[in-house]
């Protein structure tokens, strides 16, 4: 049985001044993005059609609000709809916590929506850039979780169970390593290989949205269901029943022939 190490929140402190784990991982996270965006718009047909790393500066700085505007307003509409009704104002009380990562994909999406439309292009063109780019974000940030020792995993009597003492004295699944290792680096090599071969407009998003969903699924099992919410139907967690339109929609993109139907026109 393991003990989580419990690190101090905060990586550096100078007097007043301390930059947090958690922030880390963002700024990581934007920088693998610029990085690798940069890498994959030069071997791509990105370039030839006269795409520069502006583009890709613009693609972070609509992306970033929408994963923050997105992941909150998902939060509240997902998770604690009835507390954040009759109170509104809790809304933007950020640093108290509460982000959803499928409420910040639907950020992200209108954020490339809005890209594409700018562009004259289509909205799976844009996507299909920057699918392979989001999974090693997620995985700086499901970091961040393991290293702040929250969203932590249900009992187990595995080998590898991690006790998390700010929670209990229980054995659990490290499900943020978990999500880390699956949603994370696995997908996004796999990924990353995947995108490196022409393929038609939409199944590169499409098997982002295929691998994520999945890997959420099933890393849900191990994952503790939020406290005000538990399972749902079926047995389900509110981020199970999230990942589902993901499979399916993932599915309907890489396999259908039309390639019209797999477009949104600007």
Request: one cysteine or more.
């Amino acid at each position: 049985m393991l003990i989580h190490p419990q690190f101090d929140p905060a990586v550096l402190r100078i007097g007043s001044f301390a930059i947090h784990w958690y922030g880390l991982m963002y700024l990581l996270a934007f920088a693998q993005f610029l990085l690798l965006g940069r890498l994959r718009i030069r071997a791509s047909q990105y370039q030839a059609l006269g795409w520069t790393y502006k583009d890709l500066e613009d693609l972070l700085f609509a992306g970033v609000l929408g994963v923050v505007l997105g992941g909150r307003l998902g939060y509240t509409l997902f998770y604690m709809p009835g507390y954040y009704f009759e109170n509104p104002l809790s809304i933007l009380k950020v640093w108290e916590g509460g982000m959803s990562f499928h409420g910040g994909l639907l950020g992200v999406l209108a954020a490339l929506l809005w890209f594409a439309r700018r562009r004259k292009v289509s909205f799976f063109f844009v996507s299909d850039l920057v699918a392979p780019l989001v999974p090693f974000g997620l995985a700086f940030g499901r970091l961040g979780n393991f290293i702040n020792g929250e969203l932590w995993g249900r009992p187990t009597d595995l080998p590898w169970a991690m006790v998390f003492p700010m929670v209990d004295s229980v054995a659990r699944h490290p499900s943020q390593l978990y999500q880390l290792f699956g949603e994370g680096l696995c997908l996004g090599v796999l990924l990353w290989i995947y995108s490196s071969k022409p393929h038609r407009v939409g199944q590169v998003s499409g098997c982002f949205l295929l691998g994520y969903g999945i890997c959420r699924f099933l890393a849900e099992f191990a994952r503790e269901p939020d406290a005000f919410l538990g399972l749902l139907g079926f047995g389900l967690s509110m981020g199970q029943w999230l990942s589902l339109p993901m499979i399916v929609l993932g599915i309907y993109l890489i396999l259908g022939n039309n390639t019209k139907k797999a477009l949104i026109r600007s």
